[in-house]
């Protein structure tokens, strides 16, 4: 793995983990005042559901950077080892074309609710912004998910 694949993953994988980190907390302090003190935190389903979109989404990239994306194997195990780069970069083709339909849907649908406005019900916090987020974390796994397997095919073809 080159140095430059691992430092991107770690920074996707350290964003992820604030967020995760964030999402715990906020937890933590909306259990601790609904049962201790009977007052919960303003808004934390709300920012529950934004935090963990930001989760999901972020860690799009990092799995297609890693080329670990779940598959289940009942017929390409048995194939025979040089057609699976081949295999690898047409599944890559495939998975970076619907990711990117993908990306592109999330960002039309992104920007008609920032046309009227959407926002979450108790914070009134915009949710446009979060879809625009998803949105670009989709288009950068759709190239991810394009380019790692073609630059793997591209490596072992070059010896």
């Not at 003190?37 to 999901?56: D, K, W």
Request: with cysteine; proline share 4%.
């Amino acid at each position: 793995m080159s140095a430059r694949r691992f430092d991107l993953r770690t920074l996707l994988a350290l964003m992820a983990g604030v967020l995760m980190v964030t999402l715990m907390g906020m937890t933590v302090v909306d259990v601790i005042g609904r049962y201790v003190f009977n007052a919960p935190l303003r808004g934390a389903a709300e920012l529950t559901e934004l935090l963990l979109a930001s989760v999901i989404f972020l860690g799009l990239p990092a799995v297609a950077l890693a080329d670990e994306h779940v598959t289940v194997d009942l017929v390409t195990d048995r194939l025979p080892d040089w057609i699976q780069p081949w295999r690898q970069g047409l599944i890559g083709i495939f998975s970076g074309a619907i990711l990117a339909v993908v990306a592109w849907r999330i960002w039309i649908y992104a920007a008609q609710i920032g046309g009227y406005g959407g926002a979450t019900t108790t914070l009134r916090l915009p949710l446009a912004p979060l879809g625009y987020f998803c949105a670009a974390c989709t288009a950068f796994g759709a190239a991810l998910s394009l380019g790692v397997p073609l630059w793997d095919l591209y490596r072992r073809r070059k010896g």
